[in-house]
């Protein structure tokens, strides 16, 4: 078996809100929790546009769909040196995990704010005894209720491994006590957090399996479920690719081009896979002439195949996959070809009756745009705080 070595990941150390960019987003990130406090002062119906055609908007489709979707880095990256056994790609295991645990974080928020009465939420784990059982919307609940924990649980080392290097004794005694336990126990932890986003990515396609006529010919299939998964894994390796691209770039990290280019490959026999499914579904159930309808849903149909299959050309030359230009924007293409994707499975080629419509309100928006920055924000400060990347130069010397 091949032996790899890596950089130790350290703390980037510096302020989080350095520039005009993160103080922007700090603003954002605080007006979008004053919409979040409406909401739960004022309600659902002071603060969106849902009705009774759409109970769910924006906040499920984009924040919970969409957003847990690009936080499977983690769940991909695991996947890959866990059960793949490629250990070159150990380095973007933290960072996959930290966007994660991020992502899901503010998902489950998403959901808490969206439901009717979320002062309740907390027995929905616990009422074991009335669960609906045939529920696929329950499936998803407890899943990512789990995965939460699971991630933050991943992510302790982390945490443990600063709090080593405390100035306070009892801090110190206690994470040395707490990491070989962690060691021990983390093969269980990372195959409970491979088989959680498996059955939860799946189900968010079987929920809209189940609305059959209603969602329109060109997403309504059997093969959701599979869908979903797949292109969740496409999202969450393209996530990958984009964050290691970029906070390269932003915080003067090496350029890890050679392990994103292999990792690359791996994508785009992912995207083939996809496309390949997809395309042929359509075409064996004969849906496919529907895209030349030139109507919105085909549009959109459109521009997702487009947006899948620009980065599948991109990433299918070896020589562009060893360019950290094209690697960027394959993976920006993927996210927002598999966010497209989603979005139109949840709204646009949902139908609930032509009585009905729906688009988000202004503070939906802006809790949705709150809810991105409070993630970038969090991603920021805890890369500054704790050994999440590795490949940093050197560390001053301490002066004595």
Known sequence: MSTYTHAQPRPLGGP???????????????????????RLMAGLGAVTAL?????????????????????CGGYAIALMVYILNRGQYHPLVRPALLTSAAGYTLAGLSIVLDVGRPW???????????????SALLEVALCIMAYIVVLQVELAPVYLEQARESRIPRLRALAERA???????????????????????SSLGSLMMLAGPRVHGLWWTPWLPFLFLVSCMTMG???????????????????????LGSLSGVIAITVALYLGVRLSDLAWRGKLGLAAAFDLPAVMFLLEMAL????????????????????FAAGMLLMLGGGVYRFDTYLVAFNPGPQWSYFPSVPEQLMTLGVVALEILGYVFVVRRFPILGGMPAAPAARS
């Open 16 to 38: 989080v809100l350095a520039g005009p960019v993160m103080k922007g987003l700090a603003g954002l990130a605080a007006l979008g929790v004053g919409v979040m406090i409406w």
């Open 51 to 71: 009705n009774d055609g759409y109970p769910w908007g924006i906040w499920i489709a984009f924040d919970v769909v969409t957003g847990t979707a690009l936080a």
């Open 120 to 134: 309740l939420t907390w027995k929905v784990p616990l009422y074991f005894w009335s669960w609906n059982l045939n």
């Open 179 to 201: 990491l070989p336990w962690f060691g021990k126990a983390m093969p269980w932890i990372v195959a409970l957090g491979l088989l959680l986003p498996t059955m939860h990515q």
């Open 237 to 259: 390796y393209a996530a990958v690719v984009f964050e290691s691209t970029l906070s390269a770039r932003l915080f003067g990290r090496p350029q890890e081009t050679r392990m």
């Open 308 to 327: 899948f299959a620009a980065p599948l050309l991109i990433l299918a030359s070896a020589r562009r996959r060893e360019r950290p230009a094209s690697l």
